[in-house]
């Protein structure tokens, strides 16, 4: 795109599906670095990345070429692909349906990468369904219940 200048930050939240703790540490280094590869495919540029057992924060600087969504699509389907042909869980991968996008402004990148960073020491402290209903608030992103992630209690 001749002469099209942007400045897009934007920290993604997706759930496996049944929120299940599907993804372990045995492969989760290789996973994360699945994931960079497919947004720098993309010419988007991976800020930060966590992936919690049962769901993913990735922190991303978008090239105005590809939205939100076709981004996110591309993530998680290439994602699940690589953990179902490595056959690295019992039985189907995927993640559930939908997605958070959040919007930060440059000055907040170090704050954003520090908090996906700290994702394990964060959840000793808060579960994500109360993470993400606080992102929801804290956004002021209009919501109904009713289409947001499966939450199940997670022990």
Not at 52 to 73: Q, Y
Request: positive net charge; hydrophobic residues 35%.
């Amino acid at each position: 795109m001749a002469n099209t200048y942007s400045q897009l930050y934007v920290q993604f939240v997706f759930s496996v599906k049944g929120r299940q703790n599907l993804i372990r540490e045995s492969f989760r280094g290789e996973l994360e670095k699945v994931m960079c590869g497919i947004v720098d495919n993309h010419k988007c540029k991976t800020y930060a990345i966590y992936c919690n057992p049962d769901h993913t924060h990735i922190f991303v600087g978008m090239h105005p070429d590809i939205s939100p969504s076709k981004l996110m699509e591309q993530v998680k389907s290439g994602s699940s692909n690589w953990i179902n042909d490595k056959g690295l869980i019992s039985g189907r991968f995927s993640w559930q349906k939908g997605f958070g996008a959040f919007t930060y402004s440059k000055s907040h990148i170090d704050r954003v990468v520090k908090y996906i960073l700290k994702q394990p020491e964060h959840h000793r402290k808060q579960s994500f369904k109360e993470e993400y209903l606080l992102f929801l608030e804290k956004f002021d992103v209009a919501y109904e219940a009713k289409y947001l992630f499966e939450w199940y209690d997670v022990t």
